[in-house]
């Protein structure tokens, strides 16, 4: 069963830094475009970023685009999120997904992907 663990949230001052994990077991990692999402409460799902099988194409949601970057080591099953210059407005439950896709182009709708992680808090205090 593919196991996707996420860790490194946690709570944080407005203006401080995070880096979130996800850890990917029991696929083949390399064939899997991986993504970040976030949940707040009352509020639906959203994309923050995406990359590609091999690393070399991002997508970034508006919102985060110069304060979160995201990266990924195939040989350790693992995606990253730097999270920079949080905001209040930045906590939520955070997620990653893997999508089956060695396209060049990461996948940026979260239909597309195929396994999610149970999600870490993010919390942002003012």
């Known amino acids: 069963q593919v196991q996707l663990v996420e860790s490194g949230g946690g709570s944080v001052q407005a203006g401080g830094s995070l880096r979130l994990s996800c850890a990917a077991s029991?696929?083949?990692?390399?064939?899997?475009?991986m993504g970040w999402f976030r949940q707040a409460p009352g509020k639906e799902r959203e994309t923050l970023a995406a990359?590609?099988?091999?690393?070399?194409?991002?997508y970034y949601a508006d919102f985060v685009k110069g304060r979160f970057s995201i990266s990924r080591v195939n040989a350790k099953n693992t995606v990253y999120l730097q999270m920079n210059s949080l905001k209040p407005e930045d906590t939520a439950v955070y997620y990653c997904?893997?999508?089956?896709?060695?396209?060049?182009?990461?996948?940026?709708?979260?239909?597309?992907?195929?396994?999610w992680g149970q999600g870490t808090q993010v919390t942002v205090s003012s």
């Open positions: 997904a893997a999508g089956y896709s060695v396209r060049s182009s990461p996948l940026t709708r979260s239909t597309e992907y195929n396994y």
């Open positions: 990359i590609n099988w091999n690393g070399y194409s991002a």
């Open positions: 029991r696929l083949t990692f390399s064939n899997y475009a």
